[in-house]
């Protein structure tokens, strides 16, 4: 890895946790009424969320620029110029870092293993696009996820400052939340994985080794069966919203566990 890529997610980590600590809780008492009266373990849910959020904002939209401008990602996206892409996966490595040392430090009240499990592994798939420059469209592309991290965010803070669920920008979000989500992880399925199969059997699939093929498919497979799982769940709750089937009451061990949303 060099020492560009190093700095950012060095930089990235300490970014985050600034944010984290300092800056979530004085713009969120500045604009949000209800967060002073927050007990604290929903206190720290909360500022970890609005990190999630403006990471995912950042990584999103550098994401869309690299896919329609990078032109060199593009015409080879196994083994094309992953300048760009590394910084974007730079900032996520950090993010991914700056989120298990939250967990750790929070276990009794955030603690999850998935999530742990999730970080490592994302951390351990991106090591290949920072040291080799392996798959910088594929890593770049599967970012493009984070755009519907905001509204599902804005989601939970709705709940958490007892929004009723017929609130009209409750209503509103959750629309938003699951055409976003569908547009995202579900409708680029079938133009990712034609990209995918583009590259079998090409110099430049084989160039990339065992190890690398195999973390590569696997996660995309993964991904994309948690993809189309959560896609159902967010398309029965719109449902149920929009024809009024669905109560005040929320499914507690959903609400309760720590969420960053980093589902890439």
């Not at 669920?165 to 680029?188: E, K, P, T, W, Y």
Request: hydrophobic share 50%; aromatic share 14%.
């Amino acid at each position: 890895m060099e020492t560009r890529e190093l700095s950012v997610v060095a930089g990235s980590f300490v970014g985050f946790q600034f944010l984290f600590s300092v800056a979530s809780p004085r713009l969120s008492l500045a604009v949000a009424t209800g967060y002073k009266q927050l007990p604290p373990t929903k206190l720290t849910e909360w500022n970890s969320r609005l990190v999630s959020t403006v990471h995912a904002l950042i990584v999103g939209l550098f994401c869309l620029y690299i896919l329609w401008f990078d032109d060199a990602v593009n015409a080879n996206p196994v083994w094309g110029d992953p300048n760009l892409v590394k910084l974007n996966v730079a900032i996520t490595c950090g993010y991914l870092l700056y989120d298990l040392f939250l967990l750790a430090c929070n276990w009794s009240t955030m603690g999850d293993s998935f999530f742990v499990c999730h970080h490592l592994a994302a951390l351990y798939a991106y090591g290949y696009v920072l040291t080799r420059g392996v798959l910088p469209y594929f890593a770049n592309f599967r970012l493009i996820s984070e755009l519907s991290t905001p509204f599902v965010n804005q989601r939970w803070f709705y709940e958490v400052l007892k929004y009723p669920r017929s609130h009209r920008m409750v209503v509103l979000n959750g629309v938003a939340m699951a055409v976003v989500f569908f547009a995202v992880r579900i409708a680029v399925m079938p133009s990712y994985w034609a990209s995918v199969f583009a590259t079998f059997g090409t110099p430049e699939f084989e160039r990339l080794g065992l190890g690398a093929q195999v973390a590569w498919i696997t996660s995309c497979i993964a991904l994309d069966v948690l993809n189309t799982i959560w896609m159902y769940k967010i398309a029965r709750g719109c449902y149920k919203v929009l024809t009024g089937r669905g109560g005040r009451k929320v499914k507690a061990d959903a609400d309760e566990k720590h969420a960053n949303n980093h589902t890439d």
